[in-house]
Nanobody, 121 residues
Framework: QVQVVDSGGGLVQSGGSLRLSCVAS????????MTWYRQAPEKGRELVAR???????????ESVQGRFIISSDTNDNAKIMVDLQMNNLRPEDTAVYYC???????????WGQGTQVTVSS
């Protein structure tokens, strides 16, 4: 059974930092694509950062390039951990952040429950 659990959100002042964590299990994560998305109030869900575990390639949204860093840890055979280090946060980064797992050849993706990030000005 695939499980995706994200955590680490909170309230921070503009210019501050937060680190989000995602723990996923129940699938062959070494060939998967792991993505952090976010959704602000009354806006659509947008890609924040993506890492291809198999190739190591990384993609960032232009709005977070240079401020956010995505990383993964696959040392535990039973699970994968994907962190999102967020620096120099801005009020416009306020959103619910979701971790997403896309296993290779899977017909569907798997979502975490979301974690709220609020940046005050």
């Amino acid at each position: 059974q695939v499980q995706v659990v994200d955590s680490g959100g909170g309230l921070v002042q503009s210019g501050g930092s937060l680190r989000l964590s995602c723990v996923a299990s129940g699938f062959a994560f070494d060939t998967s694509i792991m993505t952090w998305y976010r959704q602000a109030p009354e806006k659509g869900r947008e890609l924040v950062a993506r890492i291809n575990i198999g190739t190591g390639s990384i993609k960032y949204a232009e709005s977070v390039q240079g401020r956010f860093i995505i990383s993964s840890d696959t040392n535990d055979n039973a699970k994968i951990m994907v962190d999102l280090q967020m620096n120099n946060l801005r009020p416009e980064d306020t959103a619910v952040y979701y971790c997403n797992a896309l296993p290779k050849y899977s017909p569907r993706t798997y979502w975490g429950q979301g974690t709220q990030v609020t940046v005050s000005s």
